[in-house]
C-alpha cells in the first residue's frame, strides 16, 4: 500500500489559542457591578454646629443634638456635615444612665461610622459610684 499525505489538519494548536484568547477577554472584561443609588434625606433641622458638640441619649432613648431633639437618621446626616467641617468639632457622648446600652452602643457606631475624628465620652463622673 502506498503512503498517502496526511489531509487532517492538527486543530490541538487552534484550541489552545482559543482557551487562551478566552481567558484574556474573561480578564479584561470588567465585572458588572450593581448599585441601587438611593437619595437620602437631608437634615431638615437647623441643627447649630458648635466647637463642642454633645450627643445625648435620655432614659426614654431619645436622641438629641446640643439639646435639641432629633431622629437616627437626621443625627446621622448632621454628624456626617460635622465631620466634612474644616475645623473638625468634638463631638461628646453623654447617655443618661437609664439609657439602654443597646441605644448607645448604636449611637457609637453612627458616629464612628460617620467619620467623626474628634470624639469624646462626657458625664462619666455620675457613673463613678453604683448603688445597689
Do not use: C
Not at 88 to 93: A, E, I
Amino acid at each position: 500500500m502506498a503512503s498517502r499525505p496526511m489531509s487532517d489538519m492538527n486543530v490541538t494548536p487552534f484550541i489552545d489559542v482559543l482557551l487562551v484568547l478566552i481567558i484574556m477577554l474573561i480578564m479584561v472584561v470588567p465585572i458588572a457591578t450593581h448599585s441601587l443609588d438611593i437619595p437620602l434625606p437631608t437634615a431638615r433641622g437647623t441643627y447649630e454646629f458648635r466647637d463642642t458638640n454633645t450627643v445625648s441619649i435620655d432614659a426614654q432613648d431619645h436622641l438629641f443634638w446640643n439639646g435639641q431633639a432629633i431622629g437616627r437618621q437626621e443625627l446621622l446626616n448632621q454628624l456626617a456635615s460635622a465631620a466634612k467641617l474644616p475645623d473638625d468639632p468634638v463631638v461628646r457622648f453623654e447617655p443618661d444612665a437609664l439609657a439602654s446600652y443597646d441605644m448607645s452602643a448604636r449611637t457609637i457606631a453612627l458616629i464612628k461610622d460617620s467619620g467623626i475624628k474628634n470624639f469624646a465620652f462626657a458625664g462619666n463622673y455620675k457613673y463613678r459610684e453604683f448603688e445597689r
